[in-house]
Nanobody, 124 residues
Framework: QVQLVESGGGLVQAGGSLRLSCAAS????????MGWFRHAPGMEREFVAA????????DAADSVKGRFAISRDNAKNTLYLQMNSLKPEDTAVYSC?????????????????WGQGTQVTVSS
């Protein structure tokens, strides 16, 4: 079992930045590929970014490319999402997820473990 806990969400003005963290416990994070997803009210859950278990491969949704960056520190068992140039449409609950296949994935069903999420609100 892997337990995931997100932090770092909050209220920020458009154009601002936030860094989300996802702390893992129960297993070594290096055994899992990771992803960030977001869920806004009335919308379906949306893929944001993913990273392979080694960190050598990353993927990001077109809507966040050039603004968001996913990274990981396996020694600290922590996943990060640096979010810059935030827009009101980035407002959502952001959740991290883990799967044991190693490669990056945009598909929620491939992920075995999920955190509870952290709220990000971007004001205009």
């Amino acid at each position: 079992q892997v337990q995931l806990v997100e932090s770092g969400g909050g209220l920020v003005q458009a154009g601002g930045s936030l860094r989300l963290s996802c702390a893992a416990s129960g297993r070594f994070l290096s055994n899992y590929a990771m992803g960030w997803f977001r869920h806004a009210p009335g919308m379906e859950r949306e893929f944001v970014a993913a990273i392979s278990f080694s960190g050598s491969s990353t993927d990001a949704a077109d809507s966040v490319k050039g603004r968001f960056a996913i990274s990981r520190d396996n020694a600290k068992n922590t996943l990060y999402l640096q979010m810059n140039s935030l827009k009101p449409e980035d407002t959502a609950v952001y959740s991290c997820a883990a799967h044991s296949r190693g490669y990056t994935s945009r598909e929620p069903p491939e992920y075995n473990y999920w955190g509870q999420g952290t709220q990000v609100t971007v004001s205009s």
